[in-house]
């Protein structure tokens, strides 16, 4: 059974920063990426990043492009997303996510509990 848990969360003011980790475990779990969602109050759960564990390679989406930045240790199979000048737009709960073997659809297909990330103007 693969359990993502995050930390990080906070209120922070607009133009501040913080940084959220998550941190996946399970038996003989094989990792092909993490990422970050979020889902604001009232509002579609939507993107945020995504980082591949095999390279490395980065994902964002448009709104967080630039102030986010997305990193992972794969020695403790933890990912980073470092939030660099917020917005109060940025207000939401962030969901931790994973994609682990066995995959049979697009996507994700584990979830974290989420942290509240709060930006006040």
């Known amino acids: 059974q693969v359990q993502l848990v995050e930390s990080g969360g906070g209120l922070v003011e607009t133009g501040g920063s913080l940084r959220l980790s998550c941190a996946a475990s399970?038996?003989?779990?094989?990792?092909?990426?993490m990422g970050w969602f979020r889902q604001a109050p009232g509002k579609e759960r939507e993107f945020v990043a995504r980082?591949?564990?095999?390279?490395?390679?980065?994902f964002f989406a448009d709104s967080v492009e630039g102030r986010f930045s997305i990193s992972r240790d794969s020695a403790s199979n933890t990912v980073f997303l470092q939030m660099d000048s917020l917005k109060p737009e940025d207000t939401a709960v962030y969901l931790c996510?994973?994609?682990?073997?066995?995959?049979?659809?697009?996507?994700?297909?584990?979830w974290g509990q989420g942290t509240q990330v709060t930006v006040s103007s």
């Open positions: 996510t994973a994609r682990v073997a066995p995959v049979n659809s697009p996507g994700p297909n584990r």
């Open positions: 980082i591949n564990w095999d390279g490395g390679v980065t």
């Open positions: 399970g038996d003989n779990m094989i990792l092909y990426s």
